[in-house]
């Protein structure tokens, strides 16, 4: 890995998050040694720039697919059920109407509002849900971005960055609530976050804990975890900490950078030893019925709520396929279902839990 | 039926709505007399009037649910997998961002866009989905509803009308591709349209093709049917009709409401026929499958595109359940599936329909 600060953000960011992708997808691939890999499959954007996807999906053979679909679980079957582990590095044009939105979100963002321009841009990110088969293992998201906004090409200064930020986050999503994962999961987290800042967690988490919310249905996606968004070099409303208190958060573009790395590699050991506890726990027809059921409500905020998911199958050209990978493989609305109406059921305790924010370290 | 004009509207619709309810699960129910019956569940509104609520469901027993997500077809299954016939009949006060939204719609709606007050509304209408097991047989959607925004109870006049108007449609969604029954569909909607204008079915069907598209996809929802909205006794932007020309388009209320009742009452002769005809169509578990892939796409469609939806589960205090019994049971993403990709396979002929609308009668 470069660490060179002469080299430029973009490669930088570039460079970690295909590693990092690697990385990753070597770790879920090592759960299931004598399971089916991952497919990879590379794309080229017209617009400029390129994206590598990841992918774990069961061959759909009719058998597997019977028994995927709702089978008792002595059926052998893979740890994962669906997983999408995608980088996507793209540059092109915002369109008038893009700056005007992206401006409301980010703050350092030059832009005249009554200007008509299109402004340069470069993104590269890496995104990553995996949805496991066993009810008892819990659904992760993850995804690490770099935006960049660049002079134009008739400017004075063609292609000076003119506005920079990371963005990210993680968070996980139980159908069954183990609250020694929930513990660990945060403190892993924390733990990344704190070698940056004091600052960082105690704002990033609430963050997480109000965009993974379905108002309609008054409840978390899950138990939280991590979210940032337009975090540069200046003072940012979501943190209160000291101008250039270095203690309380990263001030300058390699801190920050530093930071987000640190994120992005806790993903593995946040999650890899919770899947590694639940993956064997024996489960029931009944147990497979709620994950479906709560596999859902996954839906209902990727396709209602989820602002990257919109904006992706808002933009033309975009990878559709690559976007809703986040979907689990296989979902089940049911009315007026009864499970969890128990508050002393597994899936009433679960419940409980989405229904109000807590600290977990 | 009341037919006397002296009736106020929103009791004719009432009854129409609570009236075609009552026939439509009598007509589904009778697909299949030994089966599992709607259940049938009365609800108030807080905030102002009821709504009754008939779904179908299968009973979620374990055994039951392991087949009906994606078991062989020799498994003893339920005609219909999942269906909501709904009713509701609410009241209350519109705020002003309400009415300020509801302005660009309706034309018809007295508003000052630079007041702040509230108006009064009343709704009454069906909303109809059914989503049958056999991959053969088509889903269905309907809806009729009438709007009315009456004088402030402040103002000279409290309770007087000053705006209605009708809305509504149905449409078909096959996973398989019947050109029998596309017709059968659209020659029942046509003929009933064409009693009351004939500018109504060929106003409306290419609304139904604009309104159920799935951009992100670049294909519709179904084959179509009919959508209409803003129907009142004024020139209507989408019906090229004469001014006055009664026999091109009703002109008066009494008229437009006798055509949604003629489009109401269609629905049963429009897709009972064809579910007996393909309900009995031995299926593999592949054409299974393919039916659990087309239906994510309808969860798409409704949950990123559909106004109702969204607007229902924005509304404080809407009664989720009943929205989101539109949803269906199981359904399944896959990713980059293969299915679909021979243009002469069954699944790609479906596409092949989907991907441009066509005229069926």
């Not at 001030?251 to 593995?268: M, S, Y």
């Amino acid at each position: 890995m470069a660490s060179s600060s002469s080299v430029p953000m973009r490669e930088r960011m570039t460079e970690y998050v295909i590693g990092l992708q690697d990385a990753i997808v070597a770790g879920l691939e090592a759960l299931d040694p004598n399971g089916p890999k991952f497919k990879r499959d590379r794309w080229e954007r017209t617009e400029g720039g390129f994206g590598i996807s990841t992918v774990f999906a069961v061959p759909p053979e009719p058998e597997h697919f019977a028994s995927s679909a709702g089978g008792p679980s002595t059926t052998p079957t893979s740890v994962i059920e669906r997983a999408g582990v995608n980088i996507s590095v793209i540059h092109g044009n915002l369109p008038p109407a893009g700056v005007k939105q992206m401006r409301v979100e980010h703050a350092s963002l030059p832009y005249d509002p009554n200007s008509e321009t299109t402004l340069p841009f470069f993104a590269a990110g890496i995104s990553l849900i995996v949805h496991p088969r066993n009810p008892h293992a819990p659904t992760v998201h993850a995804n690490y971005r770099y935006f960049e906004i660049t002079a134009r090409k008739d400017s004075e200064t063609p292609g000076k960055v003119l506005a920079w930020w990371f963005g990210g986050g993680s968070d996980l999503t139980p159908s069954y609530f183990y609250e020694k994962d929930a513990v660990h999961f945060h403190r892993t987290i924390k733990d990344a976050c704190d070698a940056h800042g004091s600052k960082l967690y105690s704002s990033f988490k609430p963050w997480c804990d109000e965009y993974f919310y379905l108002p309609h249905r008054g409840e978390a996606r899950g138990i939280g975890g991590l979210f940032f968004d337009d975090f540069c070099a200046d003072v940012h409303k979501r943190i209160p900490a000291a101008e250039g208190e270095t203690s309380e958060r990263p001030w300058t573009q390699e801190a920050i950078f530093a930071f987000v790395r640190a994120a992005g590699d806790a993903f593995l050991p946040s999650y890899i030893p919770v899947l590694q506890c639940r993956i064997h726990t024996p489960y029931t027809p009944s147990q497979r019925r709620w994950q479906l059921v709560r596999r859902g409500r996954y839906v209902e905020f990727n396709l209602v709520y989820d602002r990257g998911t919109k904006f992706g199958l808002m933009t033309p050209g975009a990878r559709i396929e690559s976007i809703l990978v986040s979907l689990p493989e296989t979902v089940r609305w049911e009315y007026m279902t009864d499970m969890g109406a128990d508050p002393e059921s597994d899936e009433g305790k679960l419940l409980a839990v989405l229904k109000k924010a807590r600290e977990w370290v």
